[in-house]
């Protein structure tokens, strides 16, 4: 078989184990959020999931879980591997002029699933390093739904947000002209290695808030229980973050956003996870439970513990600038020492010498 033939049958190959494994993901979270609600004791397990607060309905959470897996599974057609592997072999590499991969499911309303094409093809744009421009997103949804563009443009950018952990801004009104930012200052606009792909934000707030929601410091068999049911393994690649254990406990120890020490006198060696001085300075507490929050389709204050914790960081950080401004402000008003007037001890009378005046 042709060189070239065998390289299509690999790419359609690892396209449809992409998209068969974030149907499962979506599958397992949701099934993880029905087996909680249909529980009759209220949750006490030490899953993120299963710490939400009656205020989430379960209906409203399952629905937003089910937002995630298409957003998961429209990536998966347009990602055929890892950031790596999409790196490292020439001939499997997108071209700037290749057509992305669109799809519409037959029989949904178009107001359904326009948002879903586009949040495609802004992916696509991101991950390609391209220019979002309006006029193409007007092209991608039809020019006869130009009317109906906002609310489809905030729609598709909410979902990537609580996956992705990404906002869409508008970086140049006069050419139209939006991009993907990352909610943290990661290398490379959130895609932490160098080169295409897409970004680990999402992974890393989902991190930084178990964290939190674990008292500040998460045992490692925590967090890989948890990213289980995000489809997450240590030592197996996955489509978006790579290998995951590289990841998460290398190059976000390295830049700092994560801490992975050794529990003390643990034997054999344990690991646990906490907020590295990275995450501390380029967020908070409250952010990340906005995050969370909007992830659940609720409010930060629907988890009542966590939310009057985070306010009391916030009033501690505000508290902590206003005594570093205002010890700035002093040492700008205050004047400098003046200088002595007299710097030499003053002479006794009968030290001093006069000249004698001479007798006429």
Known sequence: ??????????????????????????????VAVEEESTSSSPPQSEDITQSLPPAVSSSTFQGRRRAQAITITSTANMCTRSDED??????DRASPFEVPYYTESAGEDSLIRKPGLLE????????????????????????????????????????????????????????????????????NNGRVRAGRGLP??????????????????????????????????????????????KLITKDLVRLEYLEYRQVANSDPPRYEFL??????????????LEFLAKVNDTIPSAFPSYYEEALKDEEKK?????????????????????????????????????????KT
């Open 1 to 30: 078989m042709p060189r070239r033939q065998k390289s299509k049958l690999r790419a359609s190959e690892k396209r449809g184990r992409a998209r068969a494994e974030a149907q499962g993901e979506g599958a397992q979270a949701t």
């Open 86 to 91: 999409s790196n490292s072999q020439d001939e």
């Open 120 to 187: 495609q093809f802004l992916l696509y744009k991101y991950k390609m390093k391209q220019p979002i421009l309006k006029e193409d997103m007007l092209k991608i949804i039809g020019q006869n739904y130009e009317d109906q563009f906002p609310e489809i443009l905030k729609k598709a950018s909410e979902r990537i947000e609580i996956v992705f952990a990404v906002d869409l801004k508008e970086i140049d009104s006069t050419k139209q002209s939006y991009d993907l930012i990352s909610k943290l200052k990661l290398p």
């Open 200 to 245: 680990k934000t999402g992974l890393l707030m989902n991190i930084l808030g178990m964290i939190f929601m674990k008292g500040n410091c998460a045992a490692e068999e925590d967090i890989w229980k948890f990213l289980g049911m995000m489809r997450v393994y240590a030592g197996r690649k996955h489509f978006i973050y790579g290998e995951p254990r």
């Open 275 to 288: 907020w590295g001085p990275k995450a501390q300075a380029e967020t908070s507490k409250m952010k990340v």
């Open 318 to 358: 505000v508290q902590t600038r206003a005594m570093v401004t205002a010890g700035t402000i002093a040492k700008v008003l205050v004047p400098s020492r003046p200088m002595p007037q007299n710097i030499f001890p003053p002479l006794v009378k009968s030290e001093v010498c006069y000249p004698q005046d001479k």
